[in-house]
């Protein structure tokens, strides 16, 4: 017979076994400014074992500069830093705050909030709501171009136009008619391989997404949708398998969960995190929760460094370079 013990570690979850934290903050904070260079070096530069590789060029012989953390290409003078290029150009923090806002970010299970960020790192809610944005950003740019296949759930929820109730009965409306909304409204639209990938999507409504499930599921693979009407466009590209959330969750033939169980973590991340997820900024909180999930079973510090390659390979941002400049003109 198995032990208590024996028993409770079987059915233990991997976010509480010692397999899931490889990442200390603590150690992340101790850093020096000169460790924190040296660790940007050899992330950015994984290839040439931290040796600079020119940005413009992609020259590897440059010269580094005595003075100041400068290199100067060799092929194209081409002058560069350790971040030029990347989502940390024209930096104003020091690079350790770069590494330990990394780190405290992917330790979030259900994500961070800029305000929390801002006081983690003292700085204001600014810095720190644009540098969040630029780490989700990156972590979406893996998933630029990708497609699904197999076993794909496809799915849709509502987040955002919240319409506050008026004080007294007789005043209030009925929220769910279109003629009562804000606009503001959008859809998250999810499409999930079992076991992989996961590819969220923006839509005004439901049915706009059907163009893009068929240009993003692979043909030949096996999708599982709920009993909404504008799912009928799917039997004619793939083997769609439905099911009626009415009578059950699971029928033995066809579910959703999978796709459910992502709405359930943005759900999560918008009611006890972040509070407001809706507009333009929807999208980039869903890629965000992809990510999340797609890498869930794989331990903090694997995390750490896979959120920090893709920032540092990652190009300069057109949408947060000068966003609060831009916003303030």
């Known amino acids: 017979m198995r032990s208590t013990e024996t028993v409770g570690l079987m059915s233990q979850h991997f976010l509480l076994t010692a397999k899931a934290r490889s990442l200390s903050l603590a150690k ?20 040439t074992e931290g040796e600079p590789v020119c940005p413009r060029c992609g020259c590897v012989a440059t010269y580094t ?12 003078n081409h002058q560069f830093s350790v971040t030029s290029g990347t989502i940390f150009a024209s930096r104003k923090l020091p690079i350790r705050d770069y590494l330990l806002a990394i780190a405290i970010f992917v330790n979030g299970a259900k994500g961070h909030a800029a305000l929390q960020l801002s006081r983690d790192l003292d700085c204001q809610y600014k810095t720190a709501f644009v540098m969040a944005h630029k780490i989700r950003e990156a972590m979406a740019s893996e998933a630029n171009g990708a497609t699904v296949s197999g076993t794909v759930e496809v799915d849709g929820a509502y987040f955002g136009g919240h319409v506050r109730p008026a004080n007294n009965k007789a005043n209030r409306r009925d929220r769910r008619l279109v003629q009562n909304q804000t606009g503001k409204r959008r859809v998250v639209v999810i499409m999930r391989e079992r076991g992989g990938r996961t590819l969220p999507f923006v839509f005004k409504s439901e049915d706009a997404s059907v163009v893009t499930i068929a240009r993003t599921v692979q043909p030949g693979s096996t999708v599982h949708a709920d009993e909404a009407a504008h799912w009928d ?20 033939e066809a579910c959703t969960n999978q796709a459910e169980s992502f709405f359930s973590r943005l759900r999560r991340a918008e009611i006890g995190i ?14 965000e929760m992809a990510w999340r999930e797609n890498n869930s079973r794989i331990s903090n510090g694997e995390q750490y460094l896979m959120a920090t390659d893709a920032a540092l390979q990652h190009p300069v941002s057109r949408q947060w370079k000068g966003y609060w400049q831009r916003s303030w003109r």
């Open 274 to 287: 972040h509070h407001h997820i809706a507009g333009p900024y929807l999208a980039a909180y869903a890629s």
């Open 65 to 76: 500069y005595a003075t100041r953390k400068l290199f100067k290409c060799k092929g194209c």
């Open 28 to 47: 992340v904070a101790r850093l020096s400014d000169e460790e924190a260079y040296q660790t940007f070096k050899l992330i950015r530069w994984a290839s």
């Open 233 to 252: 466009a799917l039997h004619a590209r793939f083997l769609t398998k439905r099911i009626n959330h009415s009578e059950a969750y699971s029928d033995g």
